[in-house]
T-cell receptor, first 113, second 115 residues
């Protein structure tokens, strides 16, 4: 398995600002994923981030709004840009490990006022 | 398109009893994995069990087992001897072995274990 940490664990931000969420893994992994989860709801994939290539975004998510960096095999960031209250959610990163299993970070709870 | 359906939004079970959570999926693919994840109120997602579609034998992990019916596209999770710590949201997930490793999640079942 993998140990995954996220920073910050929660934040309250003003609309129009940006927040960068960090995801750190204790081992090298090729594939990382970023999800959004409304409280009590299921997970929606935002993008897949592979080291050395541009992130691949899912339908409904664009790079200008959710820029992602993946500078090495243990770290990634997701930025939520020009935030609005609709961006209030839990953001989770995960890594693919050992043939398909994904391991998740503890999540970042974002509230936009 | 692939879909995953969990038809039970909420369930409850008495401590030490057995409960079964339902999951059905739709795909035209033949090679895929299925997973059950648990998300306690603390929010960290934890892998409970995994099933490879090419395996006929149902996966088991201690008190957790699955009933995998490939033809019916059904993948239910059985929790035996339920414990208070099993209280959580349970998500069924599906992944095609196509190289993208993307998951498709169901909507979740909120399970409450009663003392």
């Amino acid at each position: 398995s993998a140990v995954i940490s996220q920073k910050p664990s929660r934040d309250i931000c003003q609309r129009g600002t940006s927040l960068t969420i960090q995801c750190q893994v204790d081992s090298q992994v090729t594939m990382m994923f970023w999800y959004r989860q409304q409280p009590g709801q299921s997970l929606t994939l935002i993008a897949t981030a592979n080291q050395g290539s541009e992130a691949t975004y899912e339908s409904g998510f664009v790079i200008d709004k959710f820029p992602i960096s993946r500078p090495n095999l243990t770290f990634s960031t997701l930025t939520v840009s020009n935030m609005s209250p609709e961006d209030s959610s839990i953001y989770l990163c995960s890594v693919e490990f050992q043939g398909g299993e994904q391991y998740f970070g503890p999540g970042t709870r974002l509230t936009v006022t | 398109a692939q879909t995953v359906t969990q038809s039970q939004p909420e369930m409850s079970v008495q401590e030490a009893e057995t409960v079964t959570l339902s999951c059905t999926y739709d795909t035209s693919e033949n090679n895929y994995y299925l997973f059950w994840y648990k998300q306690p109120p603390s929010r960290q997602m934890i892998l409970v069990i995994r099933q490879e579609a090419y395996k006929q034998q149902n996966a088991t992990e201690n008190r957790f087992s699955v009933n995998f019916q490939k033809a019916a596209k059904s993948f239910s999770l059985k929790i035996s001897d339920s414990q208070l710590g099993d209280t959580a949201m349970y998500f069924c997930a599906f992944m095609i072995l196509s190289g993208t490793y993307k998951y498709i999640f169901g909507t979740g079942t909120r399970l409450k274990v009663l003392a």
